[in-house]
């Protein structure tokens, strides 16, 4: 039985432990199917690092598991206080997640903030797919080859596991709603 006080690094680190488990895969080899070193996943399962959300995709990706399968959440009414949420924040402080929830294990929802003049690049599981809500502002994404300019109450829907680069050229920040859906969690 998990704690419920429990910070967002530990609650990652106990879930990582027990999915690596029931998987039966041992570090060594997750550190081989995610790129993630064996160093890092051991502090990371011991609640002693605080991963970057680029090595929690690599993980999620290495595991074939939605990123929500790291977090806990309740099954039953929820309700996401912007003032207390959980933050997953990009190495060099670009990139802003705030995991909201997920839907019988298909979809998961966050709330996201590109800062001022950055850009961050991404990819998920095969056969996910990803929608954005633009909040605020002017945004850029680059889906392959491909660019879209996306402006405040936009709505843009794409393949999750193409390489995919959220591009901010302003000077404010900008917001957005986005969700991934998986096909097989």
Known sequence: MKEENIDLSSQVGINLREIRRDKNISLEELANISDVSKLTLGKIERGEANPTLNILW?????????????????????????????????????????????????????????????????????????TIIVLNGQLEIQVGEKTHQLTQWDVFKFKGEELHTYINYSPESVYLMLSLTYKNP
């Open 58 to 130: 690599k993980i999620c990706r290495g595991l074939n598991i939605p990123l929500t399968h790291l977090l806990t959440f309740d099954e039953n009414i929820e309700v996401y206080r912007f003032k207390d949420s959980h933050q997953l924040i990009e190495q060099n402080n670009n990139w802003i997640v705030n995991p909201l929830f997920k839907t019988h294990g298909t979809t998961e929802w966050y709330r996201a903030c590109i800062e001022p003049n950055s850009r961050y690049s991404e990819f998920h599981l095969t056969g996910s797919e990803e």
